[in-house]
């Protein structure tokens, strides 16, 4: 995707969703390229412009854990390897066998669009960052409804992300 | 008797298990990271269903060839041929032949009161996890514990209702519903 700042800006997008920065997401990830594909179960634990995104496998093996922060993302694999970079595309692209459009996704998996351009298709999928993606399936929490499977194809890569376990927290859950 | 033959003779006792199953996941700091509960059906050689009920569903069934995952809430099953990465996944190794073991894992045990604790080092590099124990009771496993090199500990707490019991062979074998996003690998 483009080099759009990695660092998410304030968003003068009203709708509840977008309010929402602190809660955290567990579910499940499928990812596929050209080349192979795999599936992973994912605890992502968004803190205000910090969070921690973990992805390892059904036996709690073959794991990666992302700690983001503006400007500085940190990787750990399961062999132990540390990486460091600013955004987190590059790295986990770079490091890993996933190539996942993060930055997009912190708004995705919330229902609603990234800054920056999109193209509507009908009302639950669009065309955004050269990625198509739909919310196939909704949720509710509280007073928001939040996506529970989503399904994103850029050319030769696609992902599939379902989450069943939302939590929202009003203010900041733990210190990351 | 060495470690490995030990845990042979006792993998050899073990044609069919079933049962179900308690899995605690937490990370290098000790927190929590995941429970989940589901059941298992086994039968050598290479015959497993094991299937996590929460906190999300996901079925592992083998027939001994082809290794069916479905994941009901991504819509996807993923098909492929059980190979010899797939040997270090703990399902595998409890349907797999014992006396592959050793060309796969450093094996010792420790022995405290009934319990036998095996150890298995994987030889290989990339393998999945830094250490897998296997527990056993009776000379019957009822758990078994995966680290990994985050410092991750994944135990999986066993209850085994039937042991040696006939299992239907139909069981193992995948029917993938309809419109499912299917990957074959």
């Known amino acids: 995707c483009t080099s759009q700042p990695s660092l998410p800006t304030a968003t003068d997008d009203l709708t509840p969703n977008a309010q929402l920065w602190h809660w955290q997401a567990q579910g499940r990830i499928a990812f596929a390229n ?3 594909n795999h599936s992973a179960n994912l605890d992502w634990q968004q803190n205000g412009y910090n969070y921690q995104l973990q992805l390892f496998g059904p036996l709690g093996q073959g794991s990666a854990r992302l700690e983001g922060a503006p400007f500085k993302v940190i990787l750990t694999t399961s062999d132990g390897k540390q990486v460091e970079a600013s955004s987190p595309e590059q790295l986990l692209a770079d490091n890993s066998d996933w190539e996942l459009p993060l930055s997009n996704m912190l708004y995705w998996i919330r229902g609603i669009k990234a800054p920056g351009k999109h193209k509507e298709i009908n009302e639950n999928s669009f065309l955004q960052h050269g990625w198509q993606v739909e919310w196939r ?16 194809e850029k050319g030769p890569l696609s992902f599939r992300l379902a989450i069943n376990k939302w939590q929202i927290f009003s203010t900041p859950s733990k210190e990351l | 008797e060495s470690a490995a033959e030990k845990l042979q003779g006792y993998l050899k006792q073990m044609q069919t298990l079933e049962g179900s199953f308690e899995q605690l996941t937490v990370d290098g700091r000790g927190q929590r990271m995941q429970e989940a509960q589901g059941t298992l059906l086994l039968a050598k050689p290479g015959r497993f269903y094991w299937s996590t009920e929460q906190p999300f569903p996901q079925v592992l069934i083998s027939n001994g060839a082809t290794l069916w995952v479905y994941d009901p809430d991504l819509e996807q099953v993923t098909i492929q041929t059980l190979d010899k990465q797939a040997t270090q996944s703990p399902a595998i190794i409890l349907a797999g032949e014992a006396k592959d073991l050793t060309q796969h894992f450093a094996i010792d045990f420790s022995v405290t009161g009934k319990r036998v604790v095996f150890n298995l080092i994987p030889l290989e590099a990339d393998s999945l996890f830094e250490e897998l124990s296997l527990h056993f009771v009776d000379e019957r496993i009822n758990a078994l514990q995966l680290k990994d090199s985050l410092g991750q500990k994944t135990r999986v707490d066993l209850s085994i209702s039937k042991f040696n019991q006939p299992i239907d062979k139909q069981l193992f074998e995948f029917e993938v519903p309809a419109n499912v996003d299917v990957i074959q690998e």
């Open chain 1, 34 to 36: 050209n080349k192979n």
């Open chain 1, 137 to 152: 399936r909704f949720s509710q929490v509280g007073e928001h409804q939040l996506p529970s499977l989503l399904i994103a």
